[in-house]
């Protein structure tokens, strides 16, 4: 079983940055992946970035230069710092442990850009 605990959302202006965190605990293995995911109201559910255990990143063409996932081994950690937020961020953003075809998701950290 692992667990998983977001922190770090907040509101802030246009132009404005935060950083999110993600902490797993648990039964941690070796090899995994660790992803933002953010849902606003009436939309699905969309995959924001993606770190696996190895270094390797990836992230959706929308936040691409604005976002950077990096992850932690030794404190089992992923890091989501968003930069130049956009009012279109705005959504609950949830993170997701991958390992071995098991996933265990957080319970979301909202996140929203108003001026």
């Known amino acids: 079983q692992v667990q998983v605990v977001e922190s770090g959302g907040g509101m802030v202006q246009p132009g404005g940055s935060l950083r999110l965190s993600c902490a797993a605990s648990?039964?941690?293995?070796?090899?995994?992946?660790m992803s933002w995911y953010r849902q606003s109201p009436g939309k699905q559910r969309e995959l924001v970035a993606t770190?696996?255990?190895?270094?390797?990143?990836n992230y959706v063409d929308s936040v691409k230069g604005r976002f950077t996932i990096s992850g932690d081994n030794v404190k089992n950690t992923a890091y989501l710092q968003m930069n130049s937020l956009k009012p279109e961020d705005t959504a609950v953003y949830y993170c997701?442990?991958?390992?071995?075809?098991?996933?265990?998701w957080g319970q979301g950290t909202q996140v929203t850009v108003s001026s």
């Open positions: 648990g039964s941690i293995n070796n090899l995994y992946a």
């Open positions: 997701k442990y991958g390992s071995y075809g098991l996933t265990y």
């Open positions: 770190v696996t255990s190895g270094g390797s990143t």
